[in-house]
């Protein structure tokens, strides 16, 4: 129950997610984190089990490291949704499937990339997408208004306004917006609310 978009762009990349983590019926967070980095310019944006999502992150960063320290140069935004997809394939393949959705955008030495990683292991390279339960309002928004060729900063104007499109039709999306934007001088993660971490 939440949703969550990823937008790639002509100067780089947008993730944007609602705050609300739900328990059941009830309202578990107001201030949920959805959005992760995995490096400078790589991050992931979950919807599902958190903590499922939690563990993949964990052991991504980790190996994401080792192996970029290993090899000198850092890992591919594809590479980094094939190792989740990889990970979420294996527990389904042994009964024990993660029950979380991702969305990996970043950049790399071939631009702007954005991939959909799913419970079944599958990966899909989009130019956008959008995942959990309010993810068919936020699509509404993003046929309405993505073409290609967009900057940042108008698609962070728009992965902003899929997800509140959400958040006024799906009672497990809500309690604010987050937006990570990357770009090749660095990635600006803002609250809808002015605030900037």
Do not use: W
Request: glycine share 10%; charged share 20%; hydrophobic share 40%.
């Amino acid at each position: 129950m939440t949703t969550i978009v990823a937008l790639k762009c002509v100067d780089g990349v947008v993730l944007a997610s609602d705050r609300r983590a739900t328990k059941g019926g009830m309202i578990g967070s107001k201030d949920a984190k959805k959005i992760y980095p995995i490096d400078e310019k790589k991050a992931v944006a979950i919807a599902g089990q958190l903590s499922d999502a939690n563990y993949l992150i964990n052991l991504i960063k980790a190996e994401a490291k080792l192996i970029s320290f290993d090899r000198g140069f850092p890992l591919t935004v594809k590479e980094v949704a094939k190792m989740l997809s990889n990970l979420q394939y294996s527990g389904m393949r042994s009964y024990a499937p993660y029950i979380a959705e991702m969305l990996v955008a970043g950049i790399d030495e071939t631009g702007s990339q954005v991939f959909e990683a799913d419970v079944s292991g599958a990966v899909t390279e989009e130019d956008y997408a959008s995942s959990g339960s309010g993810s068919p309002m936020a699509y509404g928004v993003l046929e309405a208004t993505y073409h290609v060729g967009i900057s940042t900063k108008e698609g962070a104007e728009i992965a902003a306004k899929a997800v509140k499109s959400a958040m006024e039709r799906d009672p497990g999306s809500g309690n604010g917006i987050q937006v990570l934007t990357i770009t090749k001088d660095g990635s600006v993660l803002t609250d809808i609310g002015g605030v900037q971490q």
